[in-house]
C-alpha cells in the first residue's frame, strides 16, 4: 500500500509566500477609481508568484499532492468588481499548469463554507456557482480542468435535513456539467455524517473525498470497512487515486479544531484498516503547521516498522 501526502496553500517554511494576499472590497473601495484595477493586478500577480515558488517547493521536496489557495484572485467574485483575473496573467497561470503537469503533481481547489447549495434562499445558489465557476476558471487558467478537483460540503440542515437534502440535489443540478464533473463531497464534522454524504454521492455519480477528523467528531452506523470501499468505489471514473483528508483534534475540549500537527496515533486506525482493504490512496493534510506537518508526519510514520519512506512525502506499507 501507498500513500502520497501533501498540505494546504501555503507552505509556511517559505518567507512571505502566502497565495492569499487579499485586498478587501472596503480597501477597494477606498482608492482612487484610477487606482483600483493597478491594485487588483498587483495584489493577484504576487498571489500567483507565491503560487508558483509552492509548486518549486514542492518539486524540491517532493511533495506530490497541493490544493490552490482560493482567494488567488481578490474580489474575482465581488457583485460590483468581477474582473478579468486571467488575461493579464496568462503566461503566468499556463506556467504554474505547465509545472504542476510536468511534475505530476495532484491539485484541487476547496471553496470556503459559503459556497452552499442547501440554501433556502436563490441569491446564495446564485453566488454558490459563481464561485464554481471562478474556481474552474482558474483550473481552466492553468489547463489542469481535466485533472483537477473542486470539493464542497453539502451545507447546514436547516433544521430538516431530509427536506434540505433534496433541496440540495435540486440547487446541485443548477451547477454546469463540466463543473460538477470535478466536484467532490466531503462528509464534515457536524451535520452530514459520511454515510449521508456518500448516499448523496452516489445520487450525483462524483467521488466521496472523506475526512477522518471530521468522521470521527460526527460518526455513523456504517463501520469504516464497509464504508471506505462503497466510497472508494465512486473515485473509479475518474481515474484517481481516492483523496482522504488528514487532521487530529487540537484538544479533547477543541475537538474538532485542528491541531498544528497530525498526531500518528489518531490516524494509525485508519491506516490499518486501509491496509486490511489494500487501497492506495493520497492524504491531505489539513494541519495548521500545513507543509511541515505534512513532512513531519511522513517522518513518523516511516519509523514504524515495515513503513518504508520512497518519497519526499510518499510511504510505503508492506
Not at 493579464?88 to 497561470?93: A, C, G, L, N, T
Not at 446564485?126 to 483537477?148: P, Q, R, S, V
Request: net charge negative; with cysteine; hydrophobic share 40%.
Amino acid at each position: 500500500m501507498i500513500i502520497r501526502l501533501g498540505y494546504v496553500s501555503t507552505a509556511i517554511s517559505l518567507w512571505d509566500a502566502s497565495p492569499s494576499k487579499a485586498l478587501t472590497f472596503a480597501r477597494y473601495g477606498q482608492l482612487p477609481e484610477d487606482e483600483r484595477r493597478e491594485k487588483l493586478l498587483s495584489v493577484t500577480y504576487q498571489n500567483l508568484v507565491n503560487t508558483e515558488r509552492m509548486i518549486h517547493y514542492n518539486i524540491a521536496h517532493d511533495i506530490p499532492l497541493y490544493r490552490f489557495s482560493s482567494s488567488i484572485a481578490p474580489l474575482a467574485t465581488h457583485p460590483e468588481v468581477k474582473w478579468d483575473y486571467v488575461t493579464p496573467f496568462r503566461d503566468k497561470w499556463l506556467e504554474i499548469g505547465a509545472l504542476v503537469k510536468n511534475h505530476g503533481i495532484r491539485t484541487s481547489f476547496h471553496p470556503n463554507q459559503y459556497t452552499l447549495f442547501t440554501s433556502l434562499r436563490e441569491e446564495v445558489t446564485a453566488n454558490a456557482i459563481i464561485d464554481m465557476e471562478y474556481h474552474y476558471g482558474m483550473l481552466e487558467a492553468m489547463g489542469l480542468e481535466t485533472e483537477a478537483l473542486i470539493n464542497i460540503h453539502i451545507g447546514g440542515a436547516y433544521g430538516n435535513k431530509e427536506e434540505t437534502i433534496l433541496r440540495f440535489h435540486e440547487n446541485f443540478a443548477k451547477l454546469p456539467e463540466h463543473i460538477k464533473k470535478i466536484t467532490t463531497l466531503e462528509n464534515d464534522d457536524k451535520t452530514y455524517n459520511a454515510v449521508e454524504t456518500l448516499t448523496a454521492c452516489l445520487k450525483e455519480e462524483v467521488p466521496f473525498m472523506f475526512d477522518y477528523h471530521h468522521h470521527m467528531a460526527n460518526l455513523c452506523d456504517e463501520s469504516l470497512e464497509k464504508l471506505l470501499p462503497d466510497g472508494f468505489a465512486t473515485w473509479e471514473r475518474t481515474g484517481l487515486k481516492p483523496k482522504i483528508h488528514i487532521s487530529s483534534p487540537k484538544s479533547e475540549k477543541a475537538y474538532r479544531s485542528h491541531a498544528d500537527y497530525v498526531d500518528p496515533e489518531f490516524i494509525l486506525p485508519l491506516i490499518e484498516i486501509l491496509r486490511g482493504i489494500g487501497q492506495d490512496v493520497d492524504f491531505m493534510i489539513e494541519a495548521k503547521a500545513k507543509d511541515k506537518a505534512a513532512l513531519k508526519l511522513v517522518e513518523d510514520l516511516a519509523k514504524i516498522r515495515g513503513v518504508k519512506r520512497i518519497g519526499g512525502a510518499v510511504l510505503e506499507w508492506k
